[in-house]
């Protein structure tokens, strides 16, 4: 009976596949435990990363932002009949929403 080895996936690199093929099975055990480790580590880090940006995104949230206006909202000038105005604006599924913040210039 005769064994095939395995194959290896196909987006390693051919360097990596070559030194991986070289490499004695107490090697290759000893690169499989420290591979999975830093595949944890690198995702665990990723993660800290998005929360911390997230939190990052929280902080931002302007203080004159309406509770009911969601914290990715920006802000819009539209023209109404030669006026400015300041929108909040925000999109909900396919469709974009938009309230009503002030004119543009506090005069008008």
């Keep these: 009976m005769s064994y095939e ?3 290896p996936p196909a987006n390693l690199p051919t ?3 070559n030194t991986l093929n070289e490499a ?15 595949a944890e ?3 665990r880090e990723a993660r800290l990363e998005e929360e911390e940006a997230d939190d990052a995104d929280v902080e931002e949230r302007p203080d004159d932002l309406p509770d009911d206006v969601p914290a ?3 802000i819009t000038i539209k023209e109404i009949n030669d006026n400015r105005y300041y929108y909040w604006q925000w999109r909900e599924g396919d469709s974009v929403t938009s309230k009503y913040k002030g004119p543009v210039n506090p005069g008008e």
């Design 72 to 74: 990715k909202a920006t």
């Design 41 to 43: 580590y690198k995702e």
């Design 5 to 7: 080895p395995p194959t």
């Design 15 to 17: 360097e990596i596949v």
């Design 24 to 38: 004695s099975s107490e090697h290759l055990r000893d690169v499989a435990s420290y591979a999975e480790a830093l």
